[in-house]
């Protein structure tokens, strides 16, 4: 097909529309950002890979998470402090105990290794009479005193198949921020378990 003088393409229709739905690109590669998970705030750097997704939004890989432009100044943020302001109110409005008001009268801590890593399972007896748990692949979390037989049910798995078992003596566990949840038999769990009561 020959071009005739001053004719125009599809591509030439198409091309301001091309242009302007471009989704903007707010996060670059090795930035930190900051994630706010309830009343927590991570901090992430932006990875290499970002993507459009819903027609108008972009997603972007994080270290060990993902965002979009549309959590960006919601819970997603370049300077810590307005994160640290929206985690505080969450953490106005909602059930919760601080790491740092954590209490335990006793813990029980084993250790062992698995592909290399060393694995630390534990329960902190709470001066409340309550638990908190950290063992499993479950969240940490504090529960009843129904849930040591599971514990102690994986520790005897752990000693029969497991030559690196040691028990831990003063073990000082870093507890996390726990939220209300809704579980049957946990009373509160951390930030990333996504049945809180919210």
């Given at each position: 097909m020959k071009q005739c003088e001053g004719q125009i393409s599809l591509?030439?229709?198409?091309a301001p529309v091309i242009r302007t739905a471009e989704i903007p690109c707010l996060l670059h590669?090795?930035?930190?950002?900051y994630k706010v998970v309830r009343g927590d705030v991570e901090t992430h750097t932006v990875q290499k890979?970002?993507?459009?997704?819903?027609?108008?939004?972009?997603?972007?890989?994080?270290?060990?998470?993902?965002?979009?432009?549309?959590?960006i100044g919601?819970?997603?943020?370049?300077?810590?402090?307005?994160?640290e302001r929206v985690a505080q109110e969450y953490l106005a409005e909602y059930e919760h105990i601080l790491a740092e008001n954590i209490r335990a009268t006793g813990v029980i801590a084993y250790r062992?290794?698995?592909?290399?890593?060393?694995?630390?399972?534990?329960?902190?007896?709470?001066?409340d009479g309550t638990f908190y748990f950290?063992?499993?692949?479950m969240y940490e979390h504090i529960?009843?005193?129904?849930?040591?037989?599971?514990?102690?049910?994986?520790r005897q798995h752990c000693i029969e198949r497991n030559d690196t078992y040691a028990v831990l003596e003063n073990y000082k566990p870093q507890y996390k921020?726990?939220?209300?949840?809704?579980?049957?038999?946990?009373?509160?769990?951390?930030?990333?378990?996504?049945?809180?009561?919210?």
């Amino acid at each position: 097909m020959k071009q005739c003088e001053g004719q125009i393409s599809l591509m030439d229709l198409l091309a301001p529309v091309i242009r302007t739905a471009e989704i903007p690109c707010l996060l670059h590669e090795g930035q930190t950002v900051y994630k706010v998970v309830r009343g927590d705030v991570e901090t992430h750097t932006v990875q290499k890979r970002t993507w459009t997704c819903g027609g108008n939004n972009r997603g972007y890989d994080l270290d060990g998470d993902v965002t979009w432009n549309s959590q960006i100044g919601k819970i997603i943020f370049t300077s810590r402090e307005p994160a640290e302001r929206v985690a505080q109110e969450y953490l106005a409005e909602y059930e919760h105990i601080l790491a740092e008001n954590i209490r335990a009268t006793g813990v029980i801590a084993y250790r062992y290794e698995y592909r290399g890593r060393e694995i630390v399972q534990s329960y902190s007896i709470l001066e409340d009479g309550t638990f908190y748990f950290k063992y499993g692949s479950m969240y940490e979390h504090i529960g009843k005193e129904v849930e040591i037989k599971k514990f102690e049910e994986e520790r005897q798995h752990c000693i029969e198949r497991n030559d690196t078992y040691a028990v831990l003596e003063n073990y000082k566990p870093q507890y996390k921020n726990m939220y209300k949840c809704g579980h049957s038999s946990w009373v509160y769990a951390e930030a990333r378990y996504e049945y809180i009561n919210d």
